[in-house]
């Protein structure tokens, strides 16, 4: 009896080009794994160390990340998922500039954010001075916005777009033509909602909310300017201040298995998506979104626009203002020389970066579909799980082995090549991102039939010119997707970068946030505008493809 195609799959050994790039996945993975294997060593000095957290330090930073994320899980689904519902359900003035002006937020970094509202409500701002002059009142008139309320706050402004994206997706597939079902079957809009709409829509409310949260613990830009005791800040105050190489990596280990949850989490309400985004048959023309009139029709259109007016346009208003001052007023003006080495580093790394993970995006889905094999699919697996680890773990990951083996062999400067150079950055970078561009080159190919294949070998064409002459050309625009995609996340990246980053090569984001600490923030208003107007590409493809997914819809 012959075998069957998945036992000869099996049995077949793998291509050499998987070889390698499974490989390549297990070096991306190593920074996990040293996380995990320092577990291994739990010696008397790591079970002291865990047991002084225990006493001292590990309960104030799950409380303080509890506070916070559980208020940002909350604001994110009434926020994301209210405004989806608004622009996919209802109809009123403004609707279509809202289906995309509320992507914006998500060009703008929650450091920047905060370094922005900080300087504009604190008690020495701009509007408390001016609300004390007019008024005649005195001392401060509201609460210091550097606390854990400020930032939360701050964090569903910035995040919401993860829960609004994917819910108005799911939405949009079959929302109007249920909705409208259930108001032929004499169902109220209050019903239609609760019990339509709603129910159709949690597992991706569910996926939106687990990324935000992912977003969330992963911060230190926020966490460190408003003195939050989280994970993360803990990871770099163990290490970078105390030089505890074991409590940073316990607290990591910690922050990791957290992660983890969100990550299986939102896997599930992923898969679930299947069920609540299937189309039906067909959209009828009476299936339209509700007609909103009158103050309905404007209360809609704020709720709407509250969120993309602090989130962003107020914002970008706020950073022009400081610019603006720098530049008129400051003692030296705007340090253009100095920006212009800022940007050239940021430019620099997130171009090799970029690159690199786009490359190897292509070749990892191009080998799947060469011949599937177990083997490249766990590679390919861990590969799609490196945008959930934070990028302190991933710092954290890396000095260890380097310091364990530059220890071990003091003259091989491997520590120094990790932490001096680039090379260690863009090693971080392609471990924390390359997931974003293997998720766009694998949507990619999965446009591209088997049938092409088929007809380039039967012509004789092998591997090489099939990827090169085919499958390159007709996937050009989907790599540089997601190497713009890459770009745009390495250079609003902190936490990693702060760690690994080579001497005298500060990025756009690494001097933002050190001017913001040096209280400097006019002089911080230049680097984050930048980072801000690199964040609109995303938000702009993002935009588009909604457009043309909508106008498939129709």
């Known amino acids: 009896m012959s075998a069957t195609p998945l036992a000869r799959l099996r ?55 509890l506070q916070l994320t559980l208020p940002v899980a909350l604001g994110v689904a009434v926020v994301g998922g209210g405004a989806a519902a608004l622009v996919t359900l209802l109809r009123f003035p403004g609707r279509g500039v809202m289906e995309w002006a509320l992507l914006l937020p998500l060009a703008m970094p929650a450091y920047v954010l905060a370094y922005v509202y900080t300087d504009t409500l604190q008690s020495s701002g701009p509007l408390q001075v001016w609300l004390r002059a007019r008024t005649g009142a005195t001392g401060a008139l509201w609460p210091d916005i550097r606390s854990t309320g400020g930032a939360v706050v701050l964090f569903i402004l910035t995040l919401y777009p993860y829960v609004y994206l994917l819910t108005r997706t799911a939405l949009t597939e079959r929302g109007a033509v249920l909705m409208e079902a259930a108001r032929l079957l ?17 597992p991706a409310l569910a996926a939106g909310v687990a990324l935000a949260l992912m977003e969330t613990l992963a911060d230190y830009g926020v966490g460190a ?43 599930r309400a992923q898969s679930r998506l299947r069920f609540s985004t299937s189309r039906g048959p067909g ?42 001052l720098e530049a008129l007023h400051g003692e030296f003006g705007l340090p253009w020389e100095r920006f212009g080495q800022w940007a050239w580093a940021s430019l620099r790394l997130s171009g090799l970066a970029a690159l690199a ?31 959930a680890v934070p990028g302190a773990v991933i710092a954290i990951g890396l000095l260890l082995p380097s310091g364990w083996a530059q220890q071990r062999w003091p003259d091989s400067q491997i520590g120094t090549l990790l932490t001096s150079t680039s090379l260690g950055l863009v090693y971080a970078y392609l ?39 085919i499958h390159l050309p007709l996937l050009h625009r989907t790599v540089l997707a997601a190497a713009l995609l890459v770009f745009v996340d390495v250079m609003k990246e902190l936490p990693a970068t702060l760690a690994l980053r080579p001497f005298n090569s500060d990025t756009l984001a ?29 938000v702009i493809l993002l935009s588009r493809a909604m457009r043309r997914g909508d106008s498939l819809a129709t």
């Open 357 to 387: 993970a786009a490359g190897m995006a292509l070749l990892l889905a191009f080998a799947s579909r060469l011949r599937p094999h177990p083997l490249l699919g766990a590679g390919v697996r861990v590969v799609s799980l490196g945008y």
């Open 283 to 324: 959209s009828s023309p009476e299936a339209r979104p509700v007609q909103l009139q009158g103050a309905a029709a404007w209360a809609a259109l704020a709720a709407c626009l509250l969120p993309v007016l602090l989130g962003f346009l107020l914002p970008v208003a706020l950073l022009l203002r400081l610019v603006t």
């Open 11 to 65: 049995a077949e050994p793998p291509h050499p080009l998987q070889w390698l790039l499974a490989l390549l996945c297990l070096v991306l993975a190593l920074p996990v794994l040293s996380i995990a294997s320092s577990w291994l060593s739990f010696d008397a000095t790591a079970r002291e160390t865990l047991a002084h957290q225990l006493d001292t330090v590990l309960p104030g930073y799950a409380l303080a990340s």
């Open 431 to 469: 471990v924390r991102f390359s997931a974003v561009a293997l998720q766009s080159v694998e949507a990619g190919y999965a446009r591209l039939p088997g049938s092409l294949d088929e007809t380039a070998r039967m012509l004789g064409a092998g591997n090489a010119r099939i990827l090169g002459r």
């Open 186 to 202: 004499g169902a109220g809009p209050w019903r239609r909602l609760t019990e339509v709409a709603l129910p159709m829509a949690r």
């Open 510 to 538: 690494i001097i933002a946030s050190q001017l913001a600490r040096d209280e400097r923030l006019a002089e911080a208003a230049l680097p984050s505008l930048a980072l801000v107007v690199v964040g609109l590409a995303p």
């Open 225 to 267: 300017y408003f003195g939050l005791n989280t994970f993360t800040t803990g990871i770099y105050k163990a290490w970078l201040s105390f030089g505890d190489r074991h409590a940073a990596a316990q607290l990591a280990t910690v922050l990791l298995l957290v992660v983890g949850v969100l990550v299986w989490l939102e896997r």
